[in-house]
Nanobody, 122 residues
Framework: QLQASGGGLVQTGGSLRLSCAASGRTFSSYAVGWFRQAPGKEREFVTAISWSGSGTYYADSLKGRFTISRDNAKNTVYLQMNSLKPEDTAVYYC?????????????????WGQGTQVTVSS
């Protein structure tokens, strides 16, 4: 089971750190991806980290503002989001793929969290 948390309301230019915590499985064996879905839009890829932690991949539009990391001892993956913009407003989901790489395809992921709302006010 995956639990995404850390969302909230922030002003433009602010920061948030999302967490994706796993229970019931060895998280260190799983790649984790973050996706987001804004109202009226399709879900889109944000970033992913490989199961080993050695590889990361970002959507081009988010490079430099978002950083993904993992702490396997805590069974948690983090998404640090800086310089937030109103267009970052969305529900953010984390997903896990066993022994995965850094896929941007949602179909590659086996497990999904429930999502956490991020709202950036202008």
């Amino acid at each position: 089971q995956l639990q995404a948390s850390g969302g909230g309301l922030v002003q433009t230019g602010g920061s948030l750190r999302l967490s994706c915590a796993a229970s019931g499985r060895t998280f260190s064996s799983y790649a984790v991806g973050w996706f987001r879905q804004a109202p009226g839009k399709e879900r889109e890829f944000v970033t992913a980290i490989s199961w080993s932690g050695s590889g990361t991949y970002y959507a081009d539009s988010l490079k430099g503002r978002f950083t993904i990391s993992r702490d396997n001892a805590k069974n948690t993956v983090y998404l640090q989001m800086n310089s937030l913009k109103p267009e970052d407003t969305a529900v953010y989901y984390c997903a896990a793929e066993r022994y995965g790489g850094t896929s941007s395809r949602s179909d590659d992921y086996d497990y999904w969290g429930q999502g956490t709302q991020v709202t950036v006010s202008s």
